[in-house]
């Protein structure tokens, strides 16, 4: 009969289950902070054959997706929207729970005041598109995963140095895992972390991305936004290693529809070695996550040239130039269509109306002004 933990995220109230019945690694307890936490590589070959297999399988799917990246006009169109839905997705997993079409609302402020929840998403945004700009500069590093930190915190990130850090239940005290504990040990620990990253290991970006990305949430840094600063550690390396052309990937998506699995099999490396079935399981999320992007950026496209279409015979013109626009920015206001240098107020009105009557946008009334909704561009967007 299992022997069952339940397990909790403290700060965000995610409870969670796994299996205790298995053989401990030596030197794990879950009630003492694992200061001990071996440093990669692990003994254990992390390139199994089956491991490799998915590997395979996930390459096609990246280079599938990095040649429908290529292939859309304009890659504003899919980098202003769909780091969108991993924030939205990355932040459920954290059980902070928003819409995708909350977020879009705000991202183009339609709503005057956005959910809490939103406003963290938003947060997610902003914190994976610095992390982008700064990745372009420097490897990835521990004062990347401060600087990321620090954006979703809304202030400076510190690494840990008071006591008592520990996931469980806060309720009963019972405890499933203590992360190391102590400024100067975590801080040795996250030194290590780096010097793997840029080591002589040999793996596949992917496997690294996979046995990285468990370190650094068995280390648990900060006070808060360790996995949500992980995740975007994930889409960095995964750039720096040029197995991604654009920060578009879908990752958490794809995790949180298994979160169960994520969190079982993450707890499983820490207390039984289970590198195997967790490499495989991050891997084949990637595999997942990048056939699912590409089929959503190859219906925008399409979506893209019908509406052009659409526009045309509308009789509006530049149509092309129009269409991006209402793509790039699916909620849009007469302003965005000046801003964007296609029209002066009057021209930019009479075009917007004229669609809403040919039924390629909706029309909203937000206060005083009105907001133009491109809502076949939505559908494609918001979709799980």
């Known amino acids: ?128 598109r610095r992390g982008v700009e700064l990745a372009e500069q420097r490897p990835v590093s521990e004062k990347i995963a401060v600087e990321v930190c620090s954006v979703l915190q809304g202030n400076q990130a510190v690494v840990r140095s008071t006591l008592g850090t520990f996931i469980g239940d806060p309720v009963t005290g019972k405890r499933a895992y203590t992360p190391p504990e102590g400024q100067d040990v975590i801080q040795r620990h996250l030194a290590a972390w780096e010097r793997y990253l840029y080591s002589d290991h040999g793996l596949d970006p992917l496997v690294l991305m996979a046995a990285v990305h468990y370190q650094f949430e068995a280390i648990h840094p900060f006070y808060d936004g360790n996995g949500r600063t992980g995740r975007i550690l994930n889409i960095l390396l995964l750039l720096q290693e040029n197995v991604l052309s654009l920060p578009v990937l879908y990752l958490s998506g794809t995790i949180v529809d298994n979160k169960e699995e994520y969190y079982r099999l993450l707890s499983a490396v820490t207390s039984r070695g289970a590198w195997e079935d967790w490499i495989i399981f991050m891997v084949n999320a990637v595999a997942e996550s990048a056939r699912s992007t590409s089929l959503l950026i190859d219906d925008l496209r399409g979506l893209q040239d019908t509406t052009t279409s659409r526009v045309r015979a509308a009789g509006v013109t530049p149509a092309a130039e129009l269409t991006e626009l209402l793509f790039v920015q699916p909620y849009i206001r007469i302003s965005d269509v000046i801003d964007a240098g296609l029209a002066q107020r009057q021209t930019a009105s009479l075009w917007l109306s004229q669609l809403v009557d040919a039924g390629v946008l909706d029309e909203q009334r937000i206060g005083r002004s009105k907001v133009f909704l491109n809502k076949d561009a939505l559908g494609i967007l918001t979709r799980r």
């Open 1 to 128: 009969m299992s022997i069952l933990a339940e397990k909790i995220d403290i700060s965000r109230g995610y409870v969670y289950s796994f299996d205790m019945s298995e053989k401990t690694l030596p030197g794990f307890d879950p009630n003492r902070p694992f200061n001990d936490l071996p440093s990669l590589p692990p003994q254990q070959e992390l390139e199994t054959a089956r491991v490799l297999k998915a590997v395979i399988d996930a390459r096609s799917e990246l280079a599938a997706l990095n040649t429908a990246c290529r292939l859309i006009p304009n890659p504003e169109i899919i980098t202003s929207t769909i780091p969108l839905r991993e924030a939205q997705a990355s932040t459920e997993i954290e059980n902070i729970v928003t819409t995708n079409d909350e977020l879009f609302r705000a991202q183009w402020s339609v709503d005057l005041e956005p959910t809490p929840a939103t406003k963290e998403a938003l947060r997610y945004r902003d914190a994976l």
